[in-house]
């Protein structure tokens, strides 16, 4: 007998036709003789109309109190879902997140989980329960109900599935799996059988949605693999993990792609020490986060530092640059909203440059001009105009077919 | 600086317009310089849609699930009210009917309240916040929600009011006080300016449906005033208090009424001892809550017993005491689910005959027919055609005119 973790998304319990075909899903594994515990999610758009409600009232609504409106809309979910399984003569019992033990920090709207208390979880288990937990929540050491934040629910799942030792998180929702590219943009995209955790966070982070990096990063630390399919259907989805086979992971196993991209080059700065602090320093404390940063090779003592923010972060990050560029003596600054990045990853292309090489031969063919350049030892990542990402998916995901999937 | 305990049903909150407007009543009263705790209902229909929403899952929700989900509702606009009340510049703070320190016992859907612990309100209150507590939940010994079952917020106020030792209990809804007899059926019903708890519990029992009897029973062991007002206007509204004046309390105070009345007769029952038995306790033990019983005088040794229950209790009742008739040698059984009661109410009828008299009177010059007569202390019931109602409504209003109000 395993123990077996499932989360639900948003989708598959939008209506009570759907939480009762749920409830047969889950009925099924307890059939099979696994011990499940289901972390479910709020109800199709619940979240995002109770965020418009408050919008009515304020329109800054207070951490602590969006906490305690938002964590209804999973705890609506927790119960029918409960109904649902009694319905069906099978022994189910809904938990908050404080009741589930899920302890967190006080950080209203994203607070990071602390510990799991599996004392209640554990006893409903060996009564035989099924046990449904709502996701996205948890309970501060003062008793102050917090939500964890975008992908909170996965975050959820993966914390149950480590602090349980679970054999497997199943992540069901209107996804099937993880692609060797977005099958929006490239029709023939493959579904992979199994992704390391490594790759996943690399995709994750460079533009695939389908998780949010943090489930990731946990599984990881905690060695929990997460299958990746849908609730609508019994394909066998994409399994995470850490033991993806040696010949996997010789290959290009996906294209992401990610279009809120914004750039700012600091132009014509005296290359001196301290430069690069007197510019991230301030953006950091304005709260404003950076990803890529490039600095071009000196000439003549004079360099330009690029990094590139979110789209609806840009405006800010000039506000805090403008006046560090004429303390620091910079000729420009200049910034462009309109880009996007594309990224192949694959753990095969570690210590591989004809990666590289073939990924920006294959841009300079289809006249794409590549904008910056970044990489990880597992990713290749070059930035351009937005116009032109999706043709450059579908290059490369063609380029690298041999190796994708 | 006084304690004042505010409760606002759900007509009062419906919308986020509405809430604010709560918000800037609630403020008011703490311009004034009072330590203001709040309770409010679900907003609008909330409640009845999260029951419709367990019924398309289950015939038969289980009582614990169907707490889980419908405390839901208090929540939302705990959280609401709270961020209203912030946006205008107050400190506030929501609390759930567990973080209120609201203990009941395990009763799911009727929980009862077993204690309230006020530690954490009385925290907040000396911080300065205004408090808002979601009625109509607590929490059990064993960290499980539960609802208090019909009129629960009520309850919630009265029991908060009393256990911190509040000046008064303020209950805002859309009506906006006690009347004289329902408006709708008698235009020109006043509204009382004060009620005794044990009136106002007599008009609750017989038909008033603006308070259940279970909030007032509280307020009157606690000795904790209730204002029932409207939120929508600045009427003073009805004082629900024990101190009523000697003046007031020689008068009829409001006639009341009650269409959901059905009426079993068991005809013929020998009269000898057990036969009350016989046929009362099978009724308490299928759960059927029997409203008033009449024996009629033995004549012949033979006797008929007529009990009234509500209409949808009619046929499980029946099914119970059909085969009790047969067993007891009863040589019929009536049965009539057409039927009202009519009560006049009034501590100004104890040991006054002459009530009943003009009552009855006042019934037989109207053609109404009485089937049962009941009466305690403080009111006189007649049950009768549900047809008549409300025609002996507004004669008896009439005839009480003098005295009423």
Not at 333 to 343: C, E, P, Q, R, T
Request: aromatic letters at 4%.
């Amino acid at each position: 007998m395993a123990l077996i973790v499932q989360k639900y998304g948003g989708t598959s319990v939008a209506s009570a036709e759907r939480v009762k075909a749920v409830a047969k899903r889950v009925a099924r594994l307890h059939d099979a003789g696994d011990q499940v515990v289901v972390v479910v999610s709020a109800m199709g758009d619940t979240t995002d109309e109770l965020i418009a409600l408050a919008g009515q009232i304020t329109k800054q609504p207070p951490p602590r109190e969006m906490d305690v409106l938002l964590s209804t809309g999973e705890l609506v979910t927790s119960a029918l879902l409960a109904m649902a399984l009694k319905d069906a003569g099978y022994e189910a019992i809904s938990l908050s997140g404080a009741q589930a033990g899920i302890k967190t920090d006080a950080t209203f709207r994203k607070a990071r989980i602390s510990a799991v208390e599996t004392r209640r979880i554990q006893k409903e288990l060996e009564s035989g329960c099924i046990v449904i937990v709502a996701g996205f929540q948890g309970i501060t050491d003062d008793n102050e109900v917090t939500t964890l934040g975008r992908g909170g629910s996965d975050t959820s799942a993966v914390a149950l599935a480590a602090a349980l030792g679970a054999k497997v998180c199943e992540r069901l929702t209107d996804t099937d799996g993880i692609y060797s590219a977005d099958p929006r943009v490239v029709p023939d995209a493959k579904r992979l059988k199994e992704i390391g955790y490594d790759e996943m966070l690399e995709l994750a982070t460079y533009g695939n949605k389908v998780m949010q990096p943090r489930a990731i990063e946990l599984a990881e630390l905690y060695n929990i693999p997460i299958r990746v399919a849908s609730s609508f259907n019994d394909n066998p989805g994409t399994l995470i993990h850490g033991g993806v086979s040696m010949e996997v992971r010789n290959k290009v196993r996906s294209v992401a792609y990610d279009l809120d991209v914004a750039k700012i080059t600091v132009v014509g700065v005296p290359d001196k020490p301290g430069i690069a602090a007197a510019i991230f320093v301030p953006l950091a404390k304005a709260g404003i986060s950076v990803d890529t940063i490039v600095q071009n090779a000196s000439v003549n003592k004079v360099t330009d530092l690029t990094f590139t923010v979110t789209r609806d972060q840009m405006q800010d990050a000039l506000k805090v640059i403008k006046p560090v560029a004429k303390q620091i003596h910079a000729r420009d600054i200049a910034s462009d909203s309109k880009l996007g990045k594309v990224s192949i990853v694959g753990t095969g292309m570690q210590n591989s440059p004809g990666f590289a090489a073939r990924m920006f031969a294959t841009l300079s063919e289809n006249g794409i001009n590549i904008e910056l350049i970044t990489t990880s030892e597992i990713r290749i990542t070059c930035i351009m105009d937005e116009a032109k990402v999706k043709e450059a998916v579908r290059a490369l995901h063609k380029a690298f077919e041999v190796e994708l999937g």
